[in-house]
C-alpha cells in the first residue's frame, strides 16, 4: 500500500498507514464501494454528493478535504464549498436528494421516512439502486469514523492542493497534519 501511495502521489497517505495494518479489509471494503456504487448507478459526481455530505454530517475533514478536490475539479470551488456547506442551489434535485439521505443515513438513520425514500425515487432512483446507495452511503460513514477513531488527519499535500476558499470551508474535524 506504502509502494502504490508513493509511486501514485510522491508520499504516503495518513489513512494507508492506518489501514496498512488490515490491506485485504481495506481491498475488500474499496471493492464493496465500488460494486455499490455501481449498482446504485451513481456518477463520480453523485458519489461527492454522499461523501460531502456525510462528511460534513459528521465532522470528517479528511474525506471532506479529499473529495472537495475532486468537486472542485469537476466543478469548481463554488460548487465545492455548497455541498460543504448544504447549499442546494447549485445541485441538481438527484444531486439534492443523495446529499440529504447521505446527511440521514450519517446522523440518523433511524429518523428516516418513507418521504425521503420517495424524494430518492423522484430523483430517478428504484428500489434496488436505493438500497445500494444506502449501503455506499453508510459504508462511507463507517469509513469515515474507522479513519478518525485511527487518528488520520487530512495529508498536508491535499489540503495545501485545495482552493483557498473551498480549504476554510472545512471548519470540523482534524486539521491536516
Not at 465545492?80 to 440521514?104: H, V
Request: glycine content about 6%; charged content about 20%.
Amino acid at each position: 500500500m506504502y509502494a502504490e501511495d508513493l509511486a501514485d502521489d510522491g508520499y504516503v497517505w495518513d489513512l494507508t498507514k492506518a489501514w496498512a495494518h488490515q490491506p485485504e479489509a481495506h481491498e475488500k471494503l474499496m471493492a464493496l464501494f465500488a460494486a455499490t456504487a455501481d449498482a446504485a448507478g451513481l456518477t463520480p459526481r453523485d458519489k461527492a454528493m454522499i461523501v460531502l455530505a456525510q462528511a460534513a454530517a459528521i465532522g470528517d475533514s479528511y474525506c471532506a478535504v479529499a473529495w472537495s478536490q475532486r468537486l472542485t475539479d469537476w466543478a469548481g470551488p463554488e460548487t465545492a464549498i455548497a455541498a460543504l456547506t448544504g447549499d442546494e442551489e447549485p445541485f441538481s434535485e438527484r444531486e439534492q436528494a443523495l446529499a440529504a439521505w447521505a446527511r440521514t443515513v450519517a446522523r440518523s438513520p433511524g429518523s428516516s421516512t418513507p418521504r425521503d425514500v420517495d424524494r430518492l425515487r423522484n430523483a430517478g432512483f428504484n428500489d434496488p439502486q436505493i438500497v445500494a446507495l444506502t449501503i455506499y452511503a453508510g459504508l462511507r460513514t463507517a469509513f469515515s469514523s474507522i479513519n478518525g477513531a485511527l487518528g488520520a488527519s487530512p495529508d498536508a499535500a491535499l489540503a495545501d492542493a485545495l482552493d483557498p476558499a473551498v480549504r476554510t470551508a472545512i471548519t470540523w474535524g482534524r486539521a491536516p497534519g
